[in-house]
């Protein structure tokens, strides 16, 4: 039982840093900041429930998708490693990039708030990894999955009271802080890759 519990919560913590809500707020609230509040909370809930359909696609035919295109898990593991610690060093290491456009009131819809700012790449490849890991847990995985997907849900719900609270330069600093984190996670990623590789 033990065992299962903290492949549970070490599951859920590896989902939840990558979907990285903290760091998401501020482009969260840009995109949303021009629209009625009332509709804003419909459209961040309609945004989460199909990243979370699309998470939930590739954590159960994920690896199905990697047989049909012949490829092995060792190499999603790498390539899902490498994207991952890109994502980290833009986290660690902030630029000012153009990926959001706050001068319209258009209504976003699935692109960039669903994917690939929730349900990015480097999240569906982690998901198709940890299926092929836990092939016999999968539904501590789906319990995983939904805690993570809950946390960010709440986070950004309260997105305006979060960034009152710790302010935008406590944001930006978490967000180096979990950016570090992840890149450690995302060498671990390629490092295991490689090892399953070298043996096969």
Same mark, same amino acid.
């Given at each position: 039982?033990?065992?299962?519990?903290?492949?549970?919560?070490?599951?859920?913590?590896?989902?939840?840093?990558?979907?990285?809500?903290?760091?998401?707020?501020?482009?969260?609230?840009?995109?949303?900041?021009?629209?009625?509040?009332?509709?804003?909370?419909?459209?961040?809930?309609?945004?989460?429930?199909?990243?979370?359909?699309?998470?939930?696609?590739?954590?159960?035919?994920?690896?199905?998708?990697?047989?049909?295109?012949?490829?092995?898990?060792?190499?999603?593991?790498?390539?899902?490693?490498?994207?991952?610690?890109?994502?980290?060093?833009?986290?660690?290491? +902030?630029?000012?990039?153009?990926?959001?456009?706050?001068?319209?009131?258009?209504?976003?819809?699935?692109?960039?708030?669903?994917?690939?700012?929730?349900?990015? +790449?480097?999240?569906?490849?982690?998901?198709?990894?940890?299926?092929?890991?836990?092939?016999?847990?999968?539904?501590?995985?789906?319990?995983?999955?939904?805690?993570?997907?809950?946390?960010?849900?709440?986070?950004?719900?309260?997105?305006?009271?979060?960034?009152?609270?710790?302010?935008?330069?406590?944001?930006?600093?978490?967000?180096?802080?979990?950016?570090?984190?992840?890149?450690?996670?995302?060498?671990?990623?390629?490092?295991?890759?490689?090892?399953?590789?070298?043996?096969?």
């Amino acid at each position: 039982m033990d065992i299962k519990m903290n492949q549970i919560i070490s599951a859920t913590i590896l989902l939840l840093l990558i979907m990285d809500p903290l760091g998401n707020l501020p482009v969260f609230i840009s995109m949303l900041k021009k629209i009625n509040p009332k509709r804003r909370y419909i459209i961040l809930t309609r945004e989460m429930f199909i990243a979370l359909i699309l998470m939930l696609i590739f954590l159960f035919f994920g690896e199905k998708f990697l047989i049909f295109l012949n490829l092995k898990t060792e190499i999603v593991s790498i390539s899902g490693g490498i994207i991952l610690s890109l994502i980290a060093i833009k986290m660690i290491f +902030p630029i000012i990039e153009e990926k959001i456009s706050s001068s319209t009131k258009e209504e976003p819809f699935i692109v960039p708030l669903a994917i690939p700012l929730i349900s990015g +790449p480097s999240l569906l490849a982690t998901l198709i990894l940890l299926s092929h890991q836990y092939v016999k847990h999968i539904r501590y995985l789906v319990l995983a999955l939904l805690i993570a997907w809950s946390i960010t849900v709440c986070i950004l719900l309260l997105s305006n009271f979060f960034l009152q609270f710790i302010g935008e330069k406590g944001v930006n600093a978490l967000e180096r802080l979990i950016g570090l984190i992840l890149f450690m996670l995302s060498t671990q990623m390629i490092l295991d890759g490689i090892k399953v590789y070298l043996k096969t």
